[in-house]
């Protein structure tokens, strides 16, 4: 379990909370963080990173720039120089760097999801996290799609807090169908799909056996309050959501 994790359920700003704000800026992190959970909940923030043409971490989800700044491109075609005098959202703000967003986050978990497919990219993570103080670097999960990203994360600093592998979750889930999930990874936090092609992913034994290995359990994607407590009652210790503010509001709501 994450170094001072405790047993109340995690809400998790998918991307700072782009269902409340744009995207993976400073500004939604803010408005994330301003919401106020139930007292059995905490507030999380997720971002994504890619990797510029000069090593360096910046806070964005694509592969290019079109979708998300002013620019063009690739972003690991650019230095962080230019990169850094695009503008993101309708606010015109800076693309944030990681340690930017890490000392905005303060005593909250920071999830960072890597989107770059090769080590590199878990190099330059695992050089900015070693930046970082040891309380900051504690707090942070690092998460990837990328199978490789996440075993060179581990291999590069075995104290750093990381999510599943997408090959461990789908182990998990096998062994599970066979009763073998005492066979599984563990020691990592499972940060996966609600269901998966029609196959229920969160079940109250995954969930279970998880919490008894010590681990956490985010499923994602969660913007309503009755899935929420659905995956709660299952034994699910938090969820991603893109809308933090709204599922706060309406949970609290349920509490009084």
Known sequence: MLAGMSSSFTIV???????????????AIAAALSAIPPPWARLAIEVDVRLSADGQLLVLHDATLERTTNGTGRVRGLALKRLR???????QELIPLLEEVSEQVGDHVLVVDVHDADVAAAQALVRVLQRLP??????????????????????????????????????????????????????????????HRGIEVVTRRFAHAARRAGDEVWPYVVDGAAE???????????????????LCRELAARAD
């Open 13 to 27: 700003a998918k991307a700072g909370g782009s269902g409340e704000g744009f995207e993976n800026t400073c500004s």
């Open 134 to 195: 040891l309380r900051a670097r504690q707090r942070v999960i690092v998460a990837s799609e990328h199978e490789r990203v996440v075993q060179a994360t581990r291999r590069l600093d075995a104290s750093l807090s990381t999510a599943a592998s997408p090959r461990e979750a789908w182990r998990k889930l096998l062994l599970e169908r066979v009763r073998l999930e005492r066979w599984a990874a563990r020691g990592h936090t499972w940060i996966v799909p609600v269901r």
């Open 85 to 91: 005098e695009l503008r993101v959202g309708a606010g």
């Open 228 to 246: 929420a407590m659905r995956l709660r009652a299952l034994g699910s210790s938090g969820c991603f959501s893109c809308c933090p503010q709204l």
